[in-house]
């Protein structure tokens, strides 16, 4: 948790921000729920409490059942929460008051949980607007849907309010938070930079790990299990698979195997929520051979291109695009494919060895605010999504700014069923050479993550060391350990 | 997963049951939900899939979003599921089709998820009795409650399928699968056995890890790790706190501290889904003071005197009035209580001590079938519910049969709240010496956990070792690792 004026800082620009774009006197209330617990197999034998991202973000409160309403007419607050009682503490312990926790986030009006409701209803009964944020959690979803009287499917879609008042989650709203949740504050960064420190030593006992005979599972618990010494767990669900051409391939049975090629995207989420994201591709006998290693070395360099050309005064979308031109040039080189790389790269041909984007945003969520809209977040009202496979996946499209966190995370993969269905359906136009890629058909993918932050003048890579990346280097650390 | 014939066999027996409770033609239908992942921070990114417990059990399949229907008039028997598109190919991989998955698990039938609501429909529309279980997860119910239109509070009540069809879950069907769930199979046995041994692994790294100045968060992730890398994941969240006193603690911010006692209440699920649940309690500093070896030495020989008394032809009440009176005796002998021991046993005095049961059942669930009703699954139409504090939190009272899996988990805690209440209260009738108790105030609390198996002549402790448990073996170990 932060100093309490963090918090209160933000909802004080949330009000400026909503006051921006709604009417005076009309402004009606914004209302955040916290998670309650989610059941695992049974109610009461839940998974580790993760507390809603936004509610974090502006009241703190890293416990289950609470809730808060921030008037934009009044600029009143009120968080909502209950005091324990003896059987509480006889199975939780003795906990501070809500009063006491409500002064840890400068909120000085704090009442029982079951008024919350009653909050709400007040402010529908007297038609004044109700802001609230696409749910995460189908709790929250259904106690949206009671709050508002609207469906369970319409209030988690997102309209502007005037639409039709509390029906749906309040694009004010989500563009408000947006535009604050973008632009990391410092504090932030420093716990970005823990997260990433966590992941570097998660991922170096997946290297460590990546031995011939050893199962995926094994290096898998090793690595969450530094996710939950050092931090709360890890940031999505851990990649780690010898099918690197299945992007999130989670299952983890297989023994490594030499002559393959070990694909490991995975991150930590600190203590205090921030998340980390990186991707390293090993080669499971300790060398790379030849045709790994061209791939390989093409992939990184296009990392490496990609963090040279990330800095304000361009987009993310221009840097995706210079980086899948290179990869498409470097292919060429190789004849995978043939033609003009400018009229393949509009073509998107790109995306049958790429079929994701270069990057996301990043913060507490891995993918961050993904449940508020990828082009609330991604790209605003800058730029429209490309229909192209591939490009059309790209997560964040935006003009950068100091602040911004995103994932830098060029791949390659050679996936059959794409390929032949490309084949069979002519999305090539003519440009790929389908007998060079048979003979990669059991290849796998590689891709490369890092974090970065973009700064005044230019991007610095998140974490005090990056984890090491050069085929070289690999190649020589792993014959060491 | 088993073999196909188990399921199939269990869909037998069930329809067996069922039909005992059921009219002849007018059966009606039994449907089974499977999980949809669940949102951590945002949807799409999830907690780890954990499928629900009855569909496993019955269905087999361990991937989210399948449904299932049972007739109980006609045997037929149909698997709802979808197979994967060339989108899900590039995210997930290549996948089995829903026909070769049915036919894993003996079911013949297999139909597309879509269709699963019209099968529903269909039932309802004819006034034939829908058949289900109390959703763990609120995303099946509201699932529920939008295919019988009854209220999303109505679905979780459990009551007789008579009263009002369809619009609460069912006690016949909770109650036939309760009788086939608490008797374990040799199979499920064999994945129990499993279980404990991950979790023998598990409490030997808590074990070597507390050490004075280790952060206990250190040695949690430590023991998560092990999970993961053998298992499924923890059973339940880890308890692993010096502050001993309060039941169900799961922060774990402090450090190891000499002189205390650390109390750690962990367990580990198979790949399979089955549970072990152990606790033990180390002295910090390596070595019990001589307060706390007296306290230790007679929650140790509880957990034994249980054992010994675990056996077909008594029941787990009976067991666990005889320890908590055992108890008492050996508090009385030290001067916490005064007076007659079977008439404060009468009046719960061991409450105070031991706020919690001996045990509970165990299985795919840690609490087995918490969510189907404590009652039906732990007392039946055996006995009613005790009461009083302790006794009344027991949830495995039954007449003890072959094939019970159960925990054997006594207890003694000071906890100064719950003193401080029976003295304002008076609760304690006379029989407590409050001048002993202030003086362990700080003394935390200790509970030993095994898990046991009810055998055709008595019991056998689960796991092919037992965590070491006496105070002088703890003792030993601890000065050599």
Redesign the interface.
Known sequence: MFEANVYANRRRVLLERMAAMTQEGARGIAVFLGNVD???????????F?Q??NFLYYWGIDEPCFAAVLDLDSADECLYGNDVD?DD??????QPSVASKGGLIGCAVTKPLAEFAAAVADAVAKGRPVHYLPP????N??TLAELTGAS?AAVRKTAPMASENGKHASEELVKAVVSMRLIKEQCEIDEIDKACDIGYLMHTEARRGCKPGVLE??????????????GWGPS??TILSQ?GE??????HHQIITPGRLLVVDAGAESNT?YASDFTRTYPCSGKFTTKQREIYDIVEQANELAFSLTKPGTSYWEVHCATVRYMLEQLKALDFVRGDVDEMTACGISGLFM?HGLGHNMG????D???LGENYVGYGDERQRSPLLGMGNLRMARDLKPGHVISDEPGIYF?P??IE?WKREGTDKGFVNYAKLEEYYDFGGIRLEDDVLVTEDGARRLGSQRLPIKSSDIEEIMANE
């Open positions: 989610a059941a695992m197999n049974y109610r009461g034998n839940d998974y580790k993760r809603d991202s003896i503490i006889i199975w939780m312990g003795p995460a959690r189908y709790y979803q259904m369970s599972q094994h290096i898998v618990g090793r690595m969450e299990g530094v996710t939950y010494s050092y999505f669900t099918n299945t992007l999130h391939n989670h299952s929520h079929p507490m969520d891995v993918h605010m993904e449940d996936i069923a794409l269905q």
